[in-house]
């Protein structure tokens, strides 16, 4: 039967024992008990912890795989996230709330309806004729008004949470750079002319960056990946499939698109500048100026004054 850790060791022993541990009372508790696990007979003498001769290259042994096991617990803090985002709600309302009003003003998809006129995807004029502007334009068209709250209610809410995430400003600068660019590539891969509207290509782009923020972090349970994936999935039953003016292809570019950002986003550290006030307000400015100044370019080309 092994020695207790506090116990003395009997009088005709003295001397037939060696040390295999010394330090502060923490440390020789649990030396003591990884010992007593694997059944080593020891005893403790103030700060030492002693066990038979014959037994203390076996001790030695038990001890040294424990520390190996243990040289990293416990694992450090997680730093990633020490207080909340500082970022601002008030723009993303501001500007889900401006979609609504400008439905309100420019009116569903019609036959030459001057908005959609020159502010719509037209394939051939923006591979021909160079009227890029219709890739941002397009995004804040609809074709009816369930298109244009779903996007704003669904879509809304998973712009509003990645801006909480990567900061107000970053958010809309980057979801109309990458949902201008699926838009562009949507165009290109197809051969014969091709119309569309709508924000939901953003909003799949702002879904994709979850996905791509998740995948830098590391996590690799599937229910982290699968989340945005099942965001995407609702999103797409909502808006439906068979719309005549929404476009599928554009939601799938600007989805993985989407995933590209939101890794570039992690691995340059952009992320990092979420909580810079001045930063952020300044990108959100940039994002306002690029809508603003696509439409005037739009307005120069209408057939009609639109203002």
Known sequence: MPFLPDSEPPADTAGKYSVVAGGGTEYINACALVLAAMGIDHYRNDDELLVPRNQAGQAHQQLQAYAEENINWPP???????????????????????????????????????WF??????????LEHGQWWR????????????????????????????????????????????????NYINIAVRNGPHYAVGFSTAVFAAIGMFSGLQMKRGRHSPLHFLI?????????????????????????????????????????????????????????????IVILVCWWLAAR????PLF
């Open 117 to 126: 006129t020159v502010g719509a995807i037209d394939s051939r004029r923006i």
């Open 301 to 304: 080309h209408a057939p009609v």
């Open 228 to 288: 945005p994936l099942g965001a995407g999935a609702g999103l797409l039953a909502f808006l439906g499939s068979e719309g005549q003016h929404t476009d599928l292809g554009a939601h799938l570019f600007g989805f993985f698109g989407g995933i590209i950002t939101g890794l570039l986003i992690s691995f340059t550290g952009l992320i990092k500048i979420a909580d810079n006030a001045i930063i952020q307000r300044f990108l959100f400015v940039c994002a306002l």
């Open 135 to 182: 890739l941002v334009t397009a995004l804040t068209l609809h074709a009816d008004g369930v298109h244009v709250l779903g996007n704003c209610l669904i879509g809304g809410f998973m712009v509003y949470l990645l801006c909480m995430t990567i900061g107000y400003g970053s958010g809309w600068l980057f979801l109309l750079v990458t949902g201008a660019l699926a």
């Open 76 to 114: 450090p803090l997680c730093r990633t996230r020490q207080h909340p985002r500082q970022t601002k709600p008030l723009p993303t309302l501001m500007m889900t709330a401006a979609l609504l009003l400008f439905f309100q003003i420019t009116g569903p998809w019609q036959t030459n309806n001057p």
